[in-house]
């Protein structure tokens, strides 16, 4: 399981990694700023979907152990979803908050990016071991909020690249999250009508 943690941790950080690298050999086009935004926008919904996936993964396999990754895998999409805001507030904004808020406020697809980036906070902060002891059932609750956020993080891809008349992507992300919401809602119907394991 050490050696299996060590290859997520890598797999994980080698978005972040193939970034820097560019950064320094000049390989982030004609316009650096937009290309870190977007690939770390998208490896945030990588990360988020795949997260989500741990769960019917699980129940599809048996392979219980690997329910051993999620809080890991959810940590890394809050990671890539703070590089995203600090690409945007720092890079795009030199830290100028009024135009900032501004944005949030005028900007329906930052309005809701920043409310998806919002929710993942308190989802990181309760991410430890003795959160879950302390909130109990409640943590569940709480981390549910992830399905929100993912939702949220779908439709701010989709409004940023429907202004190019790009939207493949983001409609992959909307119908694997559709996939993944609609194996809750079967499970939990069955499950509630004792058709489950």
């Not at 941790?9 to 935004?37: D, H, M």
């Not at 995203?84 to 009024?98: C, G, K, Q, R, W």
């Not at 980036?117 to 909020?145: D, E, M």
Request: glycine letters at 6%.
């Amino acid at each position: 399981m050490v050696a299996a943690k060590a290859a997520v941790w890598a797999l994980c950080l080698t978005p972040a990694g193939l970034l820097v690298w560019r950064g320094f050999t000049g390989g982030l086009g004609a316009n650096p700023i937009e290309f870190i935004t977007l690939r770390t926008g998208f490896w945030t919904l990588v990360m988020l979907m795949v997260t989500l996936a741990i769960t019917p993964l699980r129940r599809v396999t048996g392979w219980n152990r690997v329910i051993q990754f999620r809080r890991l895998l959810g940590l890394f999409a809050f990671f890539y979803a703070t590089l995203h805001f600090l690409t945007y507030v720092a890079l795009d904004l030199f830290f100028d908050f009024s135009a900032v808020a501004a944005d949030i406020v005028k900007r329906p697809y930052i309005t809701v990016g920043f409310t998806a980036f919002l929710l993942l906070v308190p989802l990181a902060v309760t991410s430890t071991k003795g959160s879950i002891r302390r909130l109990g059932r409640n943590w569940l609750r709480i981390h549910r909020l992830l399905y929100v956020s993912a939702g949220l993080a779908v439709l701010h891809f989709y409004w940023k690249k429907s202004a190019k008349s790009d939207i493949a992507e983001p409609l992959l992300f909307a119908a694997i999250l559709a996939a993944l919401l609609l194996f809750r809602i079967v499970y939990h119907y069955r499950k509630r009508r004792g058709t489950t394991a």
